[in-house]
């Protein structure tokens, strides 16, 4: 069925291909609002449609009435099928590059004939694109490097989706009756928050079967190649996975070997030639007698036989950790069963699509005794941020639950306060004094004028009533960069003033980045492990937030909501009170 999100899709594309071939702006510009006008459609639209009323409402005239109904009964327009067909079709996509709209399509197409983002790129690089009109050095600076992130954008998954496809298919290669051992090994293993490919290893004396299991999978979009013991197949949605097999007693060796990073294996390698033995993916080679070691079974034996604990697969990013745990015990990181509660979440009251109460009650499946409510603060109007009465509201909503005998666990009342543009928060002190905590957060970049975020991030930690920092950044990964902030100071700040620093779960955030935690870390800063929720679906996100924290070798006592209620309680408490 054609939806009502269909339709204004169509409406919307319909606008920006009259505008991109120059037809009059009264006639664009009722397709645009044709669109806006569905979206806040208050009468159920299929009703309207059916009754044939929508050339009543305001803001669709009769003629657009017509071509919905039409899409709607016949599932398709012949009119938009012509229009589509009357440009390049590579033109549409130039929408995605920031900086790039319909008069600027329609400039580029006009003057220089370029039909598609290939052709742009290289007219920015050639600078043809800074002489025309409307345009700019800048500008073409700014659609170069869009186009740019683009690229890189496009040849990255996010760790969470590609780990929800790869889940099932290591757990469906380990059924095979042919297969000893499997194994998720690359970047997903390492838990990157972004990842190239799939890597899966599987262990076995008779691996073609294997192969051809893989090659067919339904999602299988294409073999790339396939040979005896190695195959790469691209899955449907674009994401390529490589299958390797090998007989068990490679297994160990292999495992490690594609588990990576290669900065990792790189040092290995050479910490194992200063033993007199060469490290590969097939095994151990005695430089000089040319006689393996027996006794390598699993990654462990190997670590051992190097000197090392078994380094989990999180820390092997080349990053020192060699160095740093030889002759260690093995790091005791956190884990997903450590946490007893999350602070960072959204209710109906701002922009989160669910309940006060069905968010405990889902935080309380989770296992946790207690969780913090952190709408969003006025400021960010686009999210229904509550103004000061309605926080007051909904924290006296919060004592309630607390004191009610069905209550499942302990509410935290917080907020997720924004940083204005100069640093000062959307609250007076009085107002966030009645809160338990409060997360301080950036939503918009700073202008022209003004502190930078670092700054403002900096002047927020300085309230003595600010518990601690939502995503710093602020990047989305694969879409929107992070803002060009100095994590050295922003730790050191958070140090100077007891600030804690979140670990924003959402798969698309994971922010601050592990990278810095090692940092932080040896600042005395701690965490808070923090889903974002706006659904209480998004709890599960918790996982994506706890890789992180490994990866930046965070243990137990380095993330606050891993404290019971009791404890964390006291902690808020002492942070609010200025002690
Ligand atoms: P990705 O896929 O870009 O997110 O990152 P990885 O780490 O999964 O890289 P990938 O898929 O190219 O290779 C998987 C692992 O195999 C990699 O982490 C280490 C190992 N590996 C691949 N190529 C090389 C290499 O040229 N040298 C070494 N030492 N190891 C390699
Ligand atoms: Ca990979
Ligand atoms: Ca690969």
């Given at each position: 069925m054609v939806t009502k999100n269909d339709i204004i899709g169509?409406?919307?594309?319909?606008?920006?291909?009259l505008e991109i071939k120059g037809e009059n702006p009264f006639k664009t510009r009722a397709y645009a609002n044709a669109a806006r006008t569905l979206e806040g459609l208050e009468e159920d639209f299929h009703t309207l449609v059916a009754e044939e009323r929508l050339d009543q409402v305001k803001g669709i005239g009769k003629a657009i009435a017509e071509k919905i109904s039409r899409l709607v009964n016949e599932g398709d327009l012949p009119y938009y099928n012509d229009l589509k067909a009357s440009i390049p079709p590579g033109l549409l996509d130039m929408l995605d590059i920031p900086g790039m709209g319909p008069k600027k399509i329609k400039a580029v197409h006009k003057n220089l004939n370029i039909s598609n983002i290939e052709e742009l790129k290289a007219s920015c690089e050639e600078g043809k694109l800074q002489i025309l009109d409307g345009f700019g050095k800048k500008t073409e600076e700014k659609i170069l490097?869009?186009?740019?992130?683009?690229?890189?954008?496009?040849?990255?998954?996010?760790?969470?989706?590609?780990?929800?496809?790869?889940?099932?298919?290591?757990?469906?290669?380990?059924?095979?009756?042919?297969?000893?051992?499997?194994?998720?090994?690359?970047?997903?293993?390492?838990?990157k928050e972004t990842v190239g490919d799939l890597d899966f290893l599987a262990s076995s004396g008779s691996p073609a079967p294997i192969m051809d299991w893989f090659t067919k999978r339904p999602e299988v979009q294409e073999v790339t190649t396939k040979g005896e013991t190695k195959a790469s197949v691209r899955l449907t949605g674009?994401?390529?996975?490589?299958?390797?097999?090998?007989?068990?007693?490679?297994?160990?060796?292999?495992?490690h070997h594609f588990t990576g990073s290669k900065e990792h294996n790189v040092a290995l390698r050479s910490r194992s030639l200063q033993k007199g033995y060469s490290l590969s993916e097939w095994g151990l080679k005695s430089e000089k007698a040319n006689k393996a070691p027996q006794n390598i079974f699993s990654e462990e034996d190997l670590f051992e036989?190097?000197?090392?604990?078994?380094?989990?697969?999180?820390?092997?990013?080349?990053?020192?950790?060699?160095?740093r745990l030889e002759g260690e015990n093995p790091p005791l990181l956190i884990e997903e069963s450590d946490l007893k509660g999350?602070?960072?979440?959204?209710?109906?009251?701002?922009?989160?699509?669910?309940?006060?109460?069905?968010?405990?009650?889902?935080?309380?499946?989770?296992?946790?005794?207690?969780?913090?409510?952190?709408?969003?603060?006025?400021?960010?109007f686009q999210a229904d941020g509550l103004n000061e009465e309605k926080l007051i509201r909904q924290i006296a909503e919060i004592r309630e639950y607390n004191a009610s005998p069905d209550r499942e666990l302990h509410l935290f009342a917080g907020i997720e306060c924004d940083i204005l543009s100069d640093g000062s928060?959307?609250?007076?002190?009085?107002?966030?004094?009645?809160?338990?905590?409060?997360?301080?957060?950036?939503?918009?970049r700073s202008g022209q004028k003004g502190p930078d975020e670092t700054a403002r991030l900096i002047a927020a930690m300085e309230n003595p009533l600010v518990t601690m920092i939502a995503h710093p950044t602020g990047r989305l990964l694969l879409q929107r960069e992070p803002y060009d902030l100095d994590h050295r100071k922003?730790?050191?700040?958070?140090?100077?003033?007891?600030?804690?620093?979140?670990?924003?779960?959402?798969?698309?955030?994971?922010?601050?980045?592990?990278?810095?935690?090692?940092?932080?870390?040896?600042k005395g800063v701690r965490a808070s492990i923090n889903p974002d929720a706006h659904h209480s679906d998004h709890f599960a996100y918790t996982l994506?937030?706890?890789?992180?924290?490994?990866?930046?070798?965070?243990?137990?006592?380095?993330?606050?909501?891993?404290?019971?209620?009791?404890?964390?309680?006291?902690?808020?408490r002492k942070k609010m009170s200025h002690d």
């Open positions: 169509i409406l919307e594309e319909i606008g920006v291909i490097k869009g186009i740019q992130n683009r690229e890189a954008y496009m040849a990255r998954h996010l760790w969470w989706e590609a780990h929800a496809i790869a889940k099932p298919l290591v757990e469906a290669l380990r059924e095979l009756p042919e297969v000893e051992k499997a194994e998720i090994a690359g970047s997903l293993r390492r838990k674009g994401l390529q996975a490589d299958l390797r097999v090998v007989p068990p007693e490679q297994y160990a060796f292999a495992l036989f190097l000197g090392l604990p078994l380094i989990p697969p999180e820390l092997r990013e080349g990053r020192e950790e060699i160095e999350v602070f960072h979440n959204h209710t109906k009251a701002s922009d989160g699509q669910s309940s006060l109460r069905e968010m405990a009650h889902a935080a309380a499946k989770m296992g946790w005794e207690y969780l913090g409510i952190s709408d969003h603060s006025k400021a960010s928060l959307d609250f007076e002190d009085e107002v966030l004094a009645e809160c338990d905590y409060v997360i301080a957060a950036i939503h918009s922003i730790i050191d700040a958070a140090a100077g003033n007891g600030v804690v620093i979140e670990i924003n779960s959402h798969p698309r955030r994971l922010d601050m980045d592990w990278r810095w935690w090692r940092y932080a870390r040896e994506a937030g706890i890789n992180i924290a490994r990866k930046g070798w965070l243990q137990r006592e380095d993330v606050i909501n891993t404290m019971g209620l009791k404890d964390v309680s006291d902690f808020l």
